[in-house]
């Protein structure tokens, strides 16, 4: 007999419960509570990861650059050599334009390039890094490392970070 009374009245068998009014609401917040934290980290984490990414390709890019100075005068007489003067300076100041593009620098360009550690190898050789890979070269090559302050997005407070960020490019082959 109750369940003919259910019946009547919502049209579906066996529906003993109505909803109430602001019912949906208590679940929403309950859920947004849970989902805004985690929504969050997963922008940070995406922002920090940007950030390495574009600081990884501001060095590349400027180790690329500078890798190309030859030693003209070696040249001459069908060496390969990289001019070591040149090759430092266009490194530091094409790092310098390349910050430009980089989000989420704690400190300013000038003084990121300053603290650089830049290796030449004009003749090919072993650049090996502070976290103990290396690379070996039978080329002429440049190799770059630097630890920058990043800040990351902000979202969370999370501290400023220091990712370790190395570069290396070889001298093109010259045809013989």
Request: with cysteine.
């Amino acid at each position: 007999m109750e369940q003919q009374r259910s019946k009547q009245r919502t049209g579906r068998p066996y529906a003993y419960r109505r909803a109430e009014r602001g019912q949906s609401l208590v679940f929403i917040a309950l859920v947004l509570a849970f989902l805004t934290p985690f929504i969050f980290t997963v922008i940070e984490f995406s922002e920090r990861q940007m950030e390495v990414a574009q600081m990884e390709d501001a060095l590349q890019q400027s180790i690329r650059s500078a890798v190309q100075s030859f030693d003209y005068a070696h040249l001459a007489h069908n060496g390969q050599r990289i001019d070591q003067q040149r090759a430092l300076q266009t490194a530091r100041e094409t790092f310098v334009q390349n910050l430009s593009a980089v989000s989420g620098l704690a400190e300013r360009p000038e003084v990121l390039a300053e603290r650089v550690t830049w290796r030449v190898l004009p003749e090919g050789g072993t650049c090996s890094f502070s976290d103990g890979q290396a690379q070996t070269f039978d080329r002429p090559a440049m190799c770059a490392e630097v630890r920058p302050v990043m800040t990351g997005f902000g979202l969370l407070g999370y501290a400023p970070y220091r990712p370790l960020i190395t570069a290396a490019a070889t001298l093109d082959a010259l045809e013989q």
